[in-house]
């Protein structure tokens, strides 16, 4: 099984309408209840594959899910296997307690999802760790909710340390790593009208940006953690 942390542009699989998806949800033990997770179909009923007629595509997975704990969340990670492949799925936001809520992550939402082509998928999803607001935390084995882990002194990293890049290439990546798992990073820049940097992909102690040069210029990134570290990364377009 191959197991991969996507964000960025969303990979669509096509199948044929005699293909249903085989939807599963997997709770046990945690605080956070999946109530349904499945592929969102994108209606393509005017195009074929190999000459085969297409019905719908994958636009995104959507998982429908209920915070049961006391506590306000404002993390959880979702492992989502499809087929063989297992993606994990990063919802930061505010969920409190007892309340049904359902998101969709689609292309351009920071997420992605991989359908098997012509096959109908067979997807079950689990809650692989919750972050509270509180500090506290769940991760999946975990037989209750951890106490809020000591701060990190020790500042985040850049790999590349800069990102030097000529203005006709197409992209750049820069991977940020923190000494340990950190509930998200935040992303800020002065590289309006140089360069676009997105978030790319994600994990719970590393997220890697993708540079897109606009015009020569130089510019820089600031990616902050939740206890106030951050890293520069200067960003130079030829």
């Known amino acids: ?129 919750v972050g509270f607001t509180d500090g506290t935390t769940w991760r999946h084995g975990d037989a209750g909710i951890s106490p809020p882990a000591s701060p990190s002194t020790q500042a985040l990293s850049a790999t590349p340390a800069s990102v030097t890049m000529d203005r006709n290439a197409e992209s750049h990546l820069f991977m940020v790593m923190a000494a340990e798992e950190v509930a998200a990073f935040t992303e800020r820049d002065t590289c309006v009208q140089i360069a676009n940097v997105k978030l790319s992909a994600s994990g719970e102690a590393a997220a890697t940006y993708v540079v897109t040069p606009i015009v020569p210029g130089t510019c820089s990134a600031v990616i902050r953690d939740q206890y106030g570290h951050t890293v520069v990364v200067p960003i130079t377009v030829r």
């Open 1 to 129: 099984m191959r197991t991969t942390v996507l964000a960025g542009a969303l990979t669509a699989a096509f199948f044929t309408a005699i293909a249903v998806p085989r939807v599963s949800a997997q709770t046990s033990g945690s605080p956070v209840a999946i109530n349904a997770c499945g592929p969102i179909l994108v209606d393509n009923s005017t195009q074929t594959l190999f000459g085969i007629p297409v019905t719908s595509t994958s636009g995104g997975i959507q998982i429908q899910f209920t915070n049961e704990s006391s506590k306000t969340a404002n993390l959880i990670n979702f492992t989502v296997d499809s087929n063989g492949d297992s993606f994990v799925i990063r919802d930061v936001g505010t969920f409190s307690p007892n309340i049904e809520i359902t998101h969709k992550y689609s292309n351009g939402a920071g997420q992605a999802f991989v359908l098997p082509a012509l096959v109908a998928p067979k997807i079950s999803c689990h809650v692989q760790s």
